[in-house]
């Protein structure tokens, strides 16, 4: 299960959790050499000081989380916040509502603004697209954006909409963003489901059952 584990960013969001449970997913992270952890921005700087400076295990937060309709100087703002707490990625929503409005001028300055912001903290910035809201078109434009600018990773979602991710959003983004990794995330729970994600050409998996997945569960 290392294999699956060197992939696994381990989770959690869920509005309330505590510093306790940050805590011990971090602790869990170092334990099963976890690509990474993935918390809420309250929690950065404490989980900084748990991972210790030198980890190999990335410490992610997120930006105009969950609806990614955030004013754009705000979620420059929450970039910057997270890099000095000691973020080395940040899964940042796109504005879905402004991509549903086919506003695509304030979507390719919104984009841009994202990446610049992670850029220049050095962050390796992650969008999230919320597939499962999206049409293929819609899909296909943001990723053409994304290419454009060179944003690194595409997320397939937030894992709040009920949309879990699934191979065919995996390949979908592969195809129309080919110079970007993506992140698998949103109802991940089984190694086998893991498995496909990966093979449809996820480089990251985003879950909270990571121990489940890796057999590790207790």
């Given at each position: 299960?290392?294999?699956?584990?060197?992939?696994?960013?381990?989770?959690?969001?869920?509005?309330?959790?505590?510093?306790?449970?940050?805590?011990?997913?971090?602790?869990?992270?170092?334990?099963?050499?976890?690509?990474?952890?993935?918390?809420?921005?309250?929690?950065?700087?404490?989980?900084?000081?748990?991972?210790?400076?030198?980890?190999?295990?990335?410490?992610?937060?997120?930006?105009?989380?969950?609806?990614?309709?955030?004013?754009?100087?705000?979620?420059?703002?929450?970039?910057?916040?997270?890099?000095?707490?000691?973020?080395?990625?940040?899964?940042?929503?796109?504005?879905?509502?402004?991509?549903?409005?086919?506003?695509?001028?304030?979507?390719?300055?919104?984009?841009?603004?994202?990446?610049?912001?992670?850029?220049?903290?050095?962050?390796?910035?992650?969008?999230?697209?919320?597939?499962?809201?999206?049409?293929?078109?819609?899909?296909?434009?943001?990723?053409?954006?994304?290419?454009?600018?060179?944003?690194?990773f595409v997320k397939t979602g937030t894992g709040f909409h009920s949309h879990p991710a699934t191979?065919?959003?995996?390949?979908?983004?592969?195809?129309?963003?080919?110079?970007?990794?993506?992140?698998?995330?949103?109802?991940?729970?089984?190694?086998?489901?893991?498995?496909?994600?990966?093979?449809?050409?996820?480089?990251?998996?985003?879950?909270?059952?990571?121990?489940?997945?890796?057999?590790?569960?207790?």
């Amino acid at each position: 299960m290392k294999e699956l584990a060197k992939h696994i960013e381990h989770t959690i969001l869920k509005p309330d959790c505590t510093a306790q449970e940050v805590r011990q997913i971090c602790e869990e992270a170092l334990q099963h050499q976890f690509a990474g952890v993935c918390i809420p921005p309250l929690f950065v700087r404490d989980a900084r000081r748990i991972l210790g400076e030198e980890s190999p295990v990335r410490l992610v937060t997120v930006v105009g989380f969950p609806m990614g309709y955030s004013a754009i100087a705000a979620k420059s703002e929450e970039i910057k916040r997270a890099a000095e707490d000691g973020a080395d990625d940040v899964d940042a929503v796109a504005n879905i509502a402004a991509i549903k409005s086919g506003n695509w001028t304030y979507v390719r300055r919104d984009l841009d603004s994202l990446a610049r912001a992670a850029q220049i903290r050095g962050c390796t910035l992650k969008v999230i697209l919320e597939c499962g809201l999206l049409t293929e078109e819609e899909i296909r434009q943001v990723c053409a954006m994304v290419e454009e600018i060179k944003i690194p990773f595409v997320k397939t979602g937030t894992g709040f909409h009920s949309h879990p991710a699934t191979p065919d959003m995996v390949r979908l983004l592969r195809a129309f963003a080919p110079n970007a990794k993506v992140k698998a995330a949103g109802g991940i729970r089984t190694a086998k489901a893991a498995r496909q994600l990966l093979e449809a050409g996820a480089e990251r998996i985003g879950c909270s059952a990571s121990l489940a997945i890796i057999g590790a569960a207790s």
